[in-house]
């Protein structure tokens, strides 16, 4: 958290500042799973700007499409399910960018994921934001900004994370924060800068790199 | 399959081809196959499209299902009514760019369609082999086939690509020879036939049999056994469709009246087509090499002869990157096995994409036009021959 909180200026071909700031965590030739790949933004450019040997895992037919005829290796499949088929350690990174809140059992998709790679980058969107708690204040009504614009009952995100919670929730599991940063982000994420001060307030997200516990 | 074939709608194609033969295995040193039967002299009818490069880095080679053959694109002649079965695919820029590309398309052993088969002439007797043929495998195809690349001189390929029986043969290729590939795709496949998929090839082997005019094998020169090979085809082709497929194609509709007959003509149009599409299959095809082939198919299971029953152990040998496709529609090789084939590897750290494609046209999907299908096999061949490069 020794970054300062200036603009990120934008690395070329990623659009999304979160992508921006895991894509500058992964170290150069490593091997990398980004789960719930989307049309492969991320893994595109760390192959293109890091050498990275990537694999990602996606459910919709028509990205998957996208990925494979970019020259991306990418499966299609349920990322609770492919993640169970690699050795121990297959992975330097395994990403969960955004995907979090979505995950019917968080426990054991990070247990997993801690297995088949050595670290875990995770980012999602922060719920204890000023935006949400003002909205549910003084609104009383369930909370919806740019990074959760779903009704309650539309919404694919059935997890309400804060940064805090997943402090909490990675010291309950027994695994490493080994670096953690906050981000506030607008222009449709694809803007942002590192927020120090303030940030179970301030940041729209939180992006973790966890490694494995001293006890497993 | 050849019902598919039609002219490219954007008028592209390879050109001119050729149908070319090699023969190999002639005595004294016949091929041993898998049942430790021999088999010699073997010749294998193939086709080339597109150059090989200096380096011979740019090499594809496709293979055929069951009734296909070595023509995969192009033209035989001009007088051709039609192109070659995967033309909507193969040809100068298209999905398997032949500019780019070296395309070698073989055909199988067994087959009626130019290389050695029941139809051939057996060199012990003087007459077609007929029964006396030996049973084949897809390992026995596929050692045939890598006697050909030697003989071309190739021993890098640089995708191996084929659907139903070409994938299994594209599958034994990867385990039976991984240092020469480099990737592979295998289409609306699976790693051994569930027991459905054997039925419905013993309903349609029995239909032949059951002709008085196949004759334990020995028809050639006189009548064939064309009612039952027919009847084969018509239960194939129920099984390369599916319920929705046949629902939009056919539904209920009366073939060329507005009531039913009250006999046991062709009244609705799926009775129509099948009968069709099987009359016209015995003008292509030879009974026996159908029985052989679909025995390949059946007795195909690479857990079995190179996993020791396990499907991950199966890939242990492989080296190639894979992109493994299946179709929502194709209930013949359904989506789960492809899916066992892609753990497999997954498990073996094998480099691997996957991808189910949404498509109604059941099994057979893998020959029709599908944008999608060629973009995927062209971005992955793309990167693949960049990485080699």
Redesign the interface.
Same mark, same amino acid.
């Given at each position: 958290m020794s970054q300062s909180e200036q603009e990120q200026t934008q690395p070329k071909g990623l659009k999304r500042f979160d992508l921006q700031v895991i894509a500058s965590w992964i170290k150069p030739g490593s091997r990398v799973l980004d789960l719930g790949c989307g049309e492969g933004d991320l893994l595109f450019y760390l192959k293109q700007n890091k050498g990275v040997t990537g694999i990602g895992i996606e459910y919709r037919e028509s990205k998957v499409a996208l990925c494979i005829a970019k020259g991306l290796s990418v499966l299609q499949g349920d990322i609770n399910e492919e993640v169970l088929d690699y050795q121990e350690d297959t992975f330097d990174y395994v990403i969960l960018s955004q995907t979090l809140q979505q995950v019917y059992y968080p426990e054991k998709l990070l247990k997993s994921l801690l297995a088949i790679g050595r670290k875990v980058i995770v980012s999602f969107p922060n719920f204890s934001h000023w935006s949400i708690r003002m909205q549910v204040l003084l609104t009383g009504m369930a909370p919806k900004n740019e990074q959760l614009p779903y009704e309650w009952y539309n919404t694919p995100n059935i997890r309400v994370i804060t940064l805090k919670d997943f402090r909490k929730f990675t010291r309950d599991q027994g695994c490493k924060v080994l670096k953690e940063v906050a981000i506030n982000t607008h222009h449709h994420n694809t803007k942002g800068h590192i927020v120090s001060f303030l940030q179970d307030w301030r940041a729209t997200y939180g992006i973790f790199l966890i490694g494995k516990g001293d006890k497993k | 399959m050849s019902e598919y074939i039609e002219h490219d709608i954007g008028g592209v194609s390879v050109g001119m081809v050729e149908k070319k033969y090699f023969t190999f295995a002639e005595p004294p040193n016949p091929m041993i196959l898998e049942s430790s039967a021999c088999l010699g002299p073997i010749t294998i009818a193939y086709e080339t499209l597109g150059t090989l490069n200096k380096e011979k880095s740019n090499v594809i080679l496709i293979l055929h299902a069951l009734s296909g053959d070595s023509h995969v694109a192009g033209y035989y002649s001009e007088a051709d009514p039609k192109p070659g079965w995967w033309d909507i695919m193969v040809g100068p820029g298209k999905g398997i760019d032949t500019e780019k590309y070296f395309v070698i398309c073989s055909n199988i052993i067994g087959s009626c369609m130019g290389s050695t088969g029941p139809s051939s002439i057996n060199p012990a007797s003087g007459n077609p082999y007929g029964f006396d043929f030996p049973v084949v495998t897809i390992g026995d195809m596929v050692k045939a086939q890598k006697a050909l690349l030697d003989h071309l001189g190739i021993n890098k390929i640089l995708s191996v690509i084929g659907g139903s029986i070409g994938g299994m043969q594209v599958l034994e290729w990867v385990v039976r020879y991984p240092d020469m590939v480099v990737s592979a795709i295998p289409l609306a496949t699976t790693t051994r036939h569930s027991a459905l998929a054997i039925a419905f090839n013993e309903v349609a082997r029995q239909a032949i049999m059951a002709d008085p005019n196949w004759n334990k094998g020995k028809y050639y020169g006189s009548s064939k056994p064309n009612l039952g090979l027919a009847l084969a085809r018509m239960v194939g082709h129920v099984t390369y469709l599916s319920d929705e497929a046949m629902r939009r194609k056919f539904g209920r509709r009366l073939q060329n009246k507005s009531d039913f007959s009250f006999n046991f003509d062709a009244d609705f149009q799926v009775e129509s087509y099948l009968r069709y599409q099987g009359q016209k299959f015995v003008e292509r095809f030879d009974a026996n090499s159908f029985l052989y082939i679909t025995k390949a198919a059946d007795y195909f299971d690479l857990r079995r002869q190179h996993g020791n029953g396990s499907e991950a152990e199966a890939f242990a040998k492989a080296q190639a990157?894979f992109?493994v496709i299946s179709f929502t529609s194709d209930w013949l090789y359904p989506t789960y096995q492809s899916?066992a084939m892609?753990?497999a590897m997954?498990?073996n750290?094998l480099?691997?994409? %996957?991808?189910?494609?949404?498509a109604e046209w059941g099994h057979d999907a893998f020959l029709l036009p599908n944008q999608?299908l060629s973009?995927?096999i062209?971005? %992955?061949l793309?990167?693949n021959f960049?990485e080699l490069n």
């Open positions: - | 990157r992109l899916r892609v753990k997954k498990k750290n480099d691997v994409s %996957f991808c189910e494609i949404e999608r973009a995927l062209r971005g %992955f793309g990167r960049d």
